[in-house]
């Protein structure tokens, strides 16, 4: 147990619609890291926030935008999902940006149909 | 650009046989290396890291790995493998230094434990 939670565990939607995932940092972590898991492949980063800012991306585009509230909780919000959105969601966070340890969340499954 | 490759997308061993898990890395610049395990539908779980220092790296579970500048690699063996090992490993790579530093994932090796 890692002290990082993400809600809900599954979700179904279908193309075209919003979806808002959360994630619960453990206590005294400020920076949080989310990920896409593509079926059979390695985890992508997305992006991180870093007390409230974002301060890094990969390479998704904008439809895929983020918050961090000041007790360092986050979200994940996708817009005009796809079917290739279809991935678990990690969440990761660590005590400060420049820690090198992460800490997983057990992920949010979404399926788009 | 750092990237990682796991060699082998799938590796079955017999109980008890040693295990062993291929990771290189490219990177301009030797990155921190990590191995994680993640059982079916749950998050990852880190197992050993490397960052400085001894480049031999115990984890949990009777995991350890080797980080060999050379060879440019970071492979995670255990000398006897057991039934809960069964899971899906990943390999990442983080950036030394910097604040806005993401871990890059290897595309992972399912290992399987046969009885």
């Known amino acids: 147990e890692t002290g990082v939670t993400q809600s809900p565990t599954h979700l179904i939607k279908t193309r075209g619609q919003q979806v808002t995932l959360r994630c619960s940092s453990q206590s005294g972590h400020n920076t949080v890291s989310w990920y896409q898991q593509a079926l059979g492949q390695g985890p992508q980063f997305i992006f991180q926030y870093y007390r409230e800012e974002e301060n890094g991306r990969g390479n998704f585009p904008p439809r895929f935008s983020g918050l961090q509230f000041p007790n360092y909780s986050s979200e994940l919000n996708v817009n005009a999902l796809e079917l290739d959105d279809s991935a678990l969601y990690l969440c990761?966070?660590?005590?400060?940006?420049?820690?090198?340890?992460?800490?997983f969340g057990p992920g949010t499954r979404l399926t788009v149909l | 650009a750092q990237s990682v490759t796991q060699l082998g997308s799938h590796v079955s061993v017999s109980e008890g046989a040693l295990v062993l898990l291929r990771c290189n890395y490219s990177s301009s610049v030797p990155p921190y290396l990590f191995w994680y395990v993640q059982y079916p539908n749950q998050g990852l779980q880190l197992l050993l890291k490397y960052t400085t220092g001894a480049t031999l790296v115990k984890g949990i579970n009777g995991f350890e790995a080797e980080f060999k500048k050379s060879e440019t690699s970071f492979h995670l063996t255990k000398p006897s493998a057991h039934m809960s090992d069964a899971a899906e490993y990943f390999c990442?790579?983080?950036?030394?230094?910097?604040?806005?530093?993401?871990?890059?994932f290897g595309s992972g090796t399912q290992l399987t434990v046969l009885p």
């Open positions: 990761a966070t660590r005590t400060t940006s420049w820690e090198d340890t992460q800490y």
């Open positions: 990442a790579a983080l950036k030394p230094s910097g604040s806005a530093r993401q871990l890059t």
